[in-house]
């Protein structure tokens, strides 16, 4: 009864996705974003009218004013700098836009783009000499602060009457400082579009690739080659740009050249960018943190002032809400992946029946022998890690290597190698095509092709996104066996799609269904998932029919068979369950049976654990990871089955002296050779009566329609 | 410390090795930034002697030294925090409301003691705020001491004062030997800025404490990773930086027999930094010392006396003055270039 509810519990409630949505880059802005709205919600209840349309249009028009310096600002802060000048900058492009209309009284489309090249001309004075002369962006700036202000000083004790003597009336002007379309502001709608682009710019272009990269390590990022000192250059000329259109719409819409324009400016600017999340030293921020941090600020002072109340309680409030804001922000940024860590792991239910007995000499099948005993070693300490081997109609031996290599062994002792191919990334299962271009499953990396004269090529490293998924499961994470139809269709197992390469063992302690089965078509290049929901499907080989696959489940401990073509297609039948242990790879044996590796057994220990996903959720929040209760795969052994699902015979290795771990076994002109994920060495086992001219692919492609 | 575990150190001490890696790049004699600015200090100062009429007098070079003398004892509080990897922007509030409230409180009629316990117990509060907020809550001291010196200028607004200039009162005369006396003809600002110099360099370069402000803000994760007590450092740092603010404002309002608390919202912390950083102590902590201090303040204080006697205008001071600065920082620059290799990350 109660298991029944723990069943229904972990099929209806979705853990994983907790971890998954929390892994999201944009959680860090969670905080901001609350605070924004506690923020808000506090100041509509304490002002009526706080949020109506009117008073949303001119704060709107403030807060978009402050967010194009705040959007300068927050990009030098990304690549690493500072940019203290902004008020200074933001004073000074306001009476070059006000000079050159009410003074020199040039048209308003003169005076934009003069205004505009004005403010990334002061940028490009900060960029020249932090980005080009290295120069320290809090000092230069700081001097640039002072020397702007200056020269905008003495400016507007010249010009200040004059101008403020003139009322211009434009109505291009007057719709910059207060017009709108659809009762839009219009400066909301340029801010809307930067923002865009801005966002656009950060996270999909090259340029803001390199500025994240140069902020995160100048160092790497000047060793891998991007032009550092360009590109902190420019992002000090967009500063310059984007305050002067701040600037611009401020002119606009006061017209004004006041003593205190844009005084201490600099320091809203900073604190907004702060607040938003974007982190002092370089390499994390986003136009979102930028924007939430502008609304923040805007508000609170806002709020403040229509609330009347004095300026020294104003100041202090502001204060202990930045204060306390920046420390939960601190916190939370700081601990997020640690919070990540204890909660990504999400066990399931999952129930098994009792273990099939292996015991021997009880008369079935799968009683333990000791037939690998005598296997023959080859190349023993000089691969690591062959996953999976396959043989060539030369008899040429290819298995796959931890350093991202294909080796490629010379019959008949298979003494000497060489590196086949060097792909980059561990091979995992590999097949022939009819060409006898070879295809491998690269962990980490996808569908690889390696064709006879070398040559590797990508096959596919993406599928379709599924629609429901938190994670971006398009990737391929672990691509793990494979097989290839009569068509050319290449049916690939990926085992899971919320763990990398080097923590596969974690996805057994979940046990849910997180891997997949997908077709990669050479012949239009498209890569589709047919079946999703799979318990670590792992080993694939085609059905003597030709018209599905057999694969197995690792964690399911079971064998099925899928139809992709013919009366059938479509449709998903057990041939195997309950196995004694991890089913791995699949490969055809010469009298029409089917080779099957158990990569390790199982254990009652934790078939019981599978039944208890609490014990192993509260087990993965509180030991380290190598306390773990983790799938044995130790010992292991080959065994044959039919396409009735009959096991026929096992061949095991009892004293686990020379061939212990198996993943892969290929049968090959009357040997089977045999591959393990942990081994150092390739094993070879004669075969009593088997076909000693069998060669799997020649088989498979003289017989393929 | 015992003179045993002194003399290593003085022997294989900094400088050697900086000699070593200097004569290492080429045998050229490369000036660092602290000569570089002394050396335009020397011709500025050469210049204006021979120029402007009245510049080399004994009194105006008295002037000279007692106008920038607040500033100068800033810098040095300032100096602590930075060599430490640190700023203190709350250091203007931290001259202008404590010290107001000494001024305040006698002028409502409590003693003077009283008040200056109350406004040094303030300092401490502000420097201990300052100092967890950073070493312990882990917020950057640039954001830190700008919120709590916003904080601290609030509350001096709202809750501690009358009027925005808060005047002298007779209860006060005791004090007013720190802003206008005079031992043996050296006007008493300068004679502090002199001691709280001596102090702040005994400190650093003579105590244990001291050299661990070194040790943290060369490397923070080692002088941790080593046993330092880092945290407990940088909060005394922050201490130490807004007591000597505390100290300069009480010297600023015997100086001026008012405390106008408006500075806050003046230019002056960007002075203060100017100050520190042209005297060639690096954002980047670890380096440099009061001297540094001194230099870079009396660069600073010719060039404002002298601008002041040429009767520029406010406005035209400070442009000439940045463009100065800049010169002096670009020329460091050339003859200093950062490397990209080992230019510290957020070195900013």
């Excluded at chain 1, 209840?45 to 402050?66: K, N, Y």
């Amino acid at each position: 009864m109660s298991e029944s509810l723990i069943r229904l519990r972990y099929r209806l409630w979705p853990d994983h996705l907790v971890g998954e949505i929390l892994s999201k880059r944009w959680t860090e802005t969670a905080i901001p974003a609350i605070v924004l709205i506690i923020v808000a919600v506090a100041l509509s209840r304490a002002i009526p009218g706080f949020l109506s349309a009117a008073g949303l249009a001119d704060t709107a028009r403030q807060a978009c004013e402050i967010g194009f310096c705040v959007l300068g600002m927050s990009l030098v802060i990304i690549v690493g700098g500072i940019d203290l000048s902004i008020g200074s900058m933001f004073a000074l492009t306001d009476f070059c836009a006000l000079y050159c209309l009410d003074v020199l009284n040039w048209p308003v489309w003169g005076v934009i783009p003069v205004t505009l090249v004005a403010g990334a001309l002061l940028g490009a004075v900060n960029g020249v000499l932090v980005g080009y002369f290295r120069l320290r962006a809090f000092i230069t700036t700081l001097i640039t602060l002072i020397v702007y202000r200056a020269a905008y000083d003495l400016l507007i004790f010249g010009h200040s009457n004059q101008i403020a003597a003139a009322f211009p009336d434009i109505p291009s002007w007057n719709f910059l400082g207060g017009g709108g379309i659809f009762g839009i502001p219009s400066i909301v709608l340029v801010y809307a579009a930067i923002a865009l682009f801005g966002h656009v710019f950060l996270t999909r272009l090259r340029p803001g690739w390199h500025i994240v990269a140069i902020g995160g390590s100048r160092r790497s990022a000047f060793n891998s080659g991007i032009p550092v000192r360009r590109t902190i250059a420019l992002c000090y000329i967009a500063s310059g740009f984007l305050t002067a259109l701040g600037a611009l719409f401020f002119a606009a819409r006061l017209g004004t050249v006041g003593g205190d324009i844009g005084v201490g400016l600099e320091v809203t600017v900073l604190t907004a960018a702060i607040l938003g999340g974007i982190s002092l030293g370089g390499g994390k921020g986003s136009v979102a943190k930028a924007m939430i941090g502008t609304l923040i600020v805007l508000l609170i002072t806002n709020g403040l002032t229509t609330l009347s109340a004095p300026g020294g309680v104003n100041r202090m409030v502001l204060a202990a809400i930045l204060l306390i804001a920046a420390m939960i922000d601190i916190r939370w940024v700081k601990n997020r992946t640690r919070i990540i860590s204890k909660v990504y792991v999400s066990p399931t239910y999952h129930a098994m029946p009792p273990i099939p007995s292996t015991a021997a000499g009880n008369g079935t099948p799968l009683a333990l022998n000791d037939r690998l005993r005598d296997v023959s070693e080859i190349a023993v300490g000089r691969i690591e890690a062959p996953e999976d081997i396959i043989l060539d109609g030369e008899d040429n031996l290819y298995a796959g290597s931890r350093h991202g290599d294909i080796i490629r062994f010379f019959p008949p002792d298979y003494e000497r190698m060489e590196v086949y191919a060097h792909i980059g990334g561990q091979p995992l299962g590999m097949a022939f095509d009819r060409a006898g271009t070879l295809y491998a499953c690269i962990g980490g990396m996808g569908l690889y092709r390696i064709t006879r004269n070398h040559q590797v090529e990508k096959a596919t490293d993406e599928t379709n996104r599924s629609l429901r998924s938190v994670n971006d499961d398009s990737r391929l994470r672990l691509a793990d066996d494979l097989d290839i139809a009569d068509d050319g269709r290449v049916f690939f197992s990926e085992a899971t799609v919320r763990y990398e390469m080097d923590e596969w063992p974690v996805d057994g302690l979940e046990a849910r269904g997180n891997g997949r089965i997908i077709c990669y078509d050479p012949r239009n290049g498209t890569t589709r998932t047919v079946l999703r929901g799979l318990k670590f499907p792992n080993g694939v080989s085609i059905a003597k029919d030709r018209q599905s696959i057999l694969f197995a489940e690792t964690w399911g401990c079971t064998v099925k068979r899928y139809w992709f073509a013919g009366p059938k297609a479509g449709r998903v039948e057990i041939v195997l369950e309950n196995l004694p242990g991890y089913p791995d790879n699949i490969n055809p044996a010469s009298d029409g049976n089917y080779w099957l590796a158990l990569v390790g057994m199982r254990c009652p220990a934790l078939d019981l654990a599978w039944r208890m996903p609490g014990f192993r959720r509260r087990m993965a929040k509180r030991l380290p990871i190598d306390e773990w209760l983790f799938p044995n795969i130790n010992t292991g052994c080959v065994i044959k089955f039919d396409e009735q699902g009959r096991i026929l015979e096992s061949l095991w290795d009892l004293g686990g002296v020379n061939h212990p771990m198996i993943t892969s076994m290929r049968e090959h002109r009357g040997y089977l050779y045999l591959g393990g994920i942990m081994n150092n060495r390739i094993g070879r086992y004669r075969l009593p009566n088997a076909d000693p001219d069998f060669v799997q692919y020649d088989r498979r492609w003289r017989t393929a329609a | 410390m015992t003179k045993a575990e002194k003399s290593p150190r003085g022997e294989s001490g900094r400088s050697p090795s900086a000699a070593r890696v200097r004569r290492a790049r080429g045998g050229l004699f490369r000036p660092s930034q602290q000569t570089i600015v002394f050396a335009l200090f020397l011709v500025l100062f050469l210049i204006f002697s021979l120029s402007l009429h009245g510049f080399l007098t004994p009194d105006n070079m008295l002037t000279l030294l007692q106008n920038v003398a607040v500033l100068g004892i800033l810098g040095l509080g300032m100096a602590v925090v930075v060599i430490g990897r640190g700023i203190d922007l709350s250091l203007i509030a931290a001259l202008a409301v404590p010290p107001g409230l000494v001024l305040q409180m006698v002028q409502n009629g409590h003693t003077l003691s009283l008040a200056l316990i109350a406004a040094f117990a303030l300092g401490l509060a502000l420097g201990l705020v300052n100092g967890w907020l950073i070493a312990y809550a882990e917020v950057p001291s640039l954001f830190a001491t700008l919120a709590s010196g916003l904080f601290l200028a609030g509350l001096g607004q709202a809750a501690l004062f009358k009027l925005d200039v808060v005047q002298w009162s007779p209860g006060m005369n005791a004090l007013t030997i720190l802003g206008q006396g005079r031992v043996a003809g050296v006007p008493v600002p300068i004679v502090m800025f002199g001691f709280a110099a001596i102090v702040l360099a005994l400190f650093l370069r003579q105590t244990r404490l001291g050299s661990f402000v070194y040790a943290i803000g060369d490397n923070p994760n080692a002088a941790r990773i080593a046993g330092l007590p880092a945290r407990p450092v940088v909060v005394l740092q922050y201490v130490m930086a807004s007591l000597v603010g505390v100290f300069a404002g009480i010297v600023l309002a015997a100086s001026v027999n008012s405390m106008p608390t408006r500075i806050y919202n003046s230019t002056l912390i960007y002075d203060v930094i100017l100050v520190v950083v042209l005297g060639g102590i690096g954002l980047s902590g670890g380096r440099g010392g009061i001297v540094n201090v001194i230099i870079g303040t009396l660069l600073i204080g010719t060039m404002l006396n002298a601008m002041t006697i040429m009767d520029l205008s406010y406005s035209a001071q400070n442009l000439i003055k940045g463009l100065v600065l800049l010169i002096a920082i670009m020329t460091d620059s050339f003859l200093n270039p950062r490397n990209e290799e080992t230019a510290q990350q957020g070195d900013i």
